[in-house]
C-alpha cells in the first residue's frame, strides 16, 4: 500500500487470536521513538507556501513535527486533541475560512497563532488581532525571515524546558505523504484517510469499525486489511514494529495515536 522510498523491514503479525498483537501498556514513548521538540500544525491551500515553511522549518527546527492540512475542520480537532506548539493559518482553506478557524481554536485554547496571507489587506489583519492571532504574516512573496522571526517571538512566549534533538517529521495530509529524517512515503488514500481520524482524536482510542468506516466508507473491507493499513503506517512513521511506541493497539477496542509522548 502506497510507495516508500526506503524499506523499513519487518512485517507485523496479524492480530488475531491465532497470532495476537500485544496491546499498549499505556507507557509513555521511549526517547528513542520521540519526535521533536517543537510541534507545528500548518493549515494552509497553497502548495508552494507549504513547501516553503516545510523547508525553512525542518531547517531551522532539525526535531520538529509538522503537520499539513488545508482542512480548517480537521485543524480544529487536531489542534484541539494533539495540542501543537503554534499554528499556522491560512485564510482560504478547502472548507473553512481561516478566521472562522481562528475563533474555534480560541474557544478552547491560548496557543499561539499565526496567520498567513497571500496578500496584505488591513481590515483582515486588524479582524485577526480582534479574534486572538499573535501575528499576521503576507507570504507573497514569502519571507522566512519574517516567519521564522515570529516563530521565535512566540517561543519566547512558551517558555519551560523542551525535549533535546531527536528526529524530525513531516505529516502532509494535503499531499497524502509523510517525511521523515531524509525518508519519504507516500500514502494511499485509504492510509491518509485512517492517519487523519488518528490525528483528529490524537491520544484517544478510534474503534476498529470507526476507522474501517473512515478509511474506506462503503467498501466491503475486513479487519485484516485495517491491520495491514495500520503495519503500513507504522513503518512510514519509523514506529518499532515489534514494540509499537506511536501508534498503539488497545485490545478489542481499536487504535490510539501518541506522537509526542
Not at 521511549?30 to 507556501?49: A, R, T, Y
Not at 523547508?55 to 494533539?82: C, E, F, K, N, Y
Request: charged share 20%.
Amino acid at each position: 500500500m502506497g510507495s516508500q522510498k526506503r524499506s523499513m523491514g519487518m512485517h507485523e503479525p496479524d492480530p488475531n487470536p491465532r497470532h495476537p498483537e500485544r496491546p499498549s501498556s499505556g507507557s509513555s514513548i521511549g526517547n528513542e521513538h520521540h519526535f521533536g521538540s517543537l510541534k507545528i500544525l500548518v493549515v494552509e491551500n497553497l502548495p508552494d507556501v507549504v513547501d516553503s515553511i516545510v523547508l525553512w522549518m525542518t531547517a531551522r527546527w532539525r526535531d520538529s513535527v509538522l503537520i499539513v492540512t488545508g482542512s480548517g475542520r480537521d485543524a480544529i480537532q487536531i489542534a484541539q486533541t494533539a495540542a501543537p506548539d503554534i499554528v499556522l493559518l491560512g485564510l482560504a482553506l478547502a472548507d473553512l475560512y481561516g478566521l472562522q478557524v481562528l475563533r474555534e481554536i480560541r474557544s478552547f485554547s491560548s496557543m499561539p497563532v499565526i496567520m498567513l496571507s497571500p496578500s496584505y489587506e488591513e481590515t483582515t489583519r486588524l479582524r485577526s488581532f480582534g479574534i486572538g492571532a499573535i501575528d499576521y504574516l503576507v507570504v507573497s512573496p514569502f519571507s522566512p525571515v519574517e516567519l521564522l522571526g515570529s516563530i521565535n517571538a512566540a517561543l519566547g512566549h512558551l517558555g519551560g524546558s523542551r525535549r533535546p534533538h531527536t528526529q524530525s517529521l513531516v505529516i502532509n495530509l494535503a499531499r497524502n505523504n509523510i517525511f521523515r529524517t531524509g525518508v519519504e512515503s507516500s500514502l494511499t488514500m485509504a492510509e491518509s484517510k485512517v492517519l487523519t481520524a488518528l490525528l483528529r482524536n490524537h491520544g484517544q482510542t478510534i474503534s476498529y469499525a470507526q476507522l474501517i468506516q473512515e478509511g474506506w466508507r462503503e467498501e466491503a473491507v475486513t479487519h485484516s486489511t485495517l491491520t495491514l493499513c495500520i503495519q503500513q503506517l507504522r513503518m512510514k512513521l519509523g514506529d518499532d514494529l515489534e514494540e509499537p511506541r506511536l501508534i498503539h493497539l488497545q485490545r478489542n477496542a481499536g487504535y490510539s495515536l501518541n506522537l509526542f509522548g
